[in-house]
Structures are given as structure tokens and as C-alpha cells.
């Protein structure tokens, strides 16, 4: 099983950009799909992207379309999240996840492999 460490998170004024990653330990992150969901303050937990395992293929939550996009780098156990255009409802604490299939990639229970979260705060 694979443990994962997020990174990036920031401070950044409405409009701007933050780059996340997540580094996975371990030599089998390439088996594993990974994704990005975040929790903002009194929410739930909330799907924001997803990536094959080769990369080849993604998928956003219709809030964030356009405007981040998810990658891998399997030869450095990295999962990116690259956030432009932030507006203040982007606020909240984001998680990268991974799973073993490709059922239901919205739901957050079907990923059971979580990293501590990294704070993302946008500024009106």
C-alpha cells in the first residue's frame, strides 16, 4: 500500500495559480488511479479530479473544469494538481487519494489511501 504526502498549498489572492503534489511511497503508485477531492469548512468532502494510470486519461468535477488540470509522473511517484484562475470558493483542504479500480471516481469512500491534506486558502 502506498502512503501519500501532499505539498503546495498556499495563500494566493482571487485569480492567481498554486501547483499541488503529492509524492507516493513505495514502488507501485503506477497501479494505482489517483485523484484529488477537497474538504472545504462545515462541507463535505468533494470530488475535484481523477487520472488513469498512465495519465491518458482524466476527469473533472464540473466546478473546476477549464480551469485545473491533474496529472502523474509514475517514474517520480507524483500526482500534480495545477490550479488557475482560483476564486475564493476554491478555499478548502486538499487531498490526494488513490485507488485500485475505477468504480464510482466521484465517491470518496471507493479511495482508501489518503495523504494529511494540504490548506488552500483564496482571498477575495
Known amino acids: 500500500q502506498v502512503q501519500l504526502v501532499e505539498s503546495g498549498g498556499g495563500l494566493v489572492q482571487a485569480g492567481g495559480s498554486l501547483r499541488l503534489s503529492c509524492v507516493a511511497s513505495?514502488?507501485?503508485?503506477?497501479?494505482?488511479?489517483m485523484a484529488w477531492l477537497r474538504q472545504a469548512p462545515g462541507k463535505e468532502r468533494e470530488f475535484v479530479a481523477w487520472?488513469?494510470?498512465?495519465?491518458?486519461?482524466?476527469h473533472y468535477a464540473d466546478s473546476v473544469k477549464g480551469r485545473f488540470t491533474i496529472s502523474r509522473d509514475n517514474a517520480k511517484n507524483t500526482v500534480y494538481l495545477q490550479m488557475n484562475s482560483l476564486k475564493p470558493e476554491d478555499t478548502a483542504v486538499y487531498y490526494c487519494?488513490?485507488?485500485?479500480?475505477?468504480?464510482?471516481?466521484?465517491?470518496?469512500?471507493?479511495?482508501?489511501?489518503w495523504g494529511q491534506g494540504t490548506q488552500v486558502t483564496v482571498s477575495s
Open positions: 487520472i488513469s494510470l498512465s495519465g491518458g486519461s482524466t
Open positions: 487519494a488513490a485507488a485500485r479500480d475505477t468504480m464510482r471516481v466521484e465517491d470518496p469512500s471507493r479511495y482508501g489511501t
Open positions: 513505495g514502488r507501485t503508485f503506477s497501479s494505482y488511479f
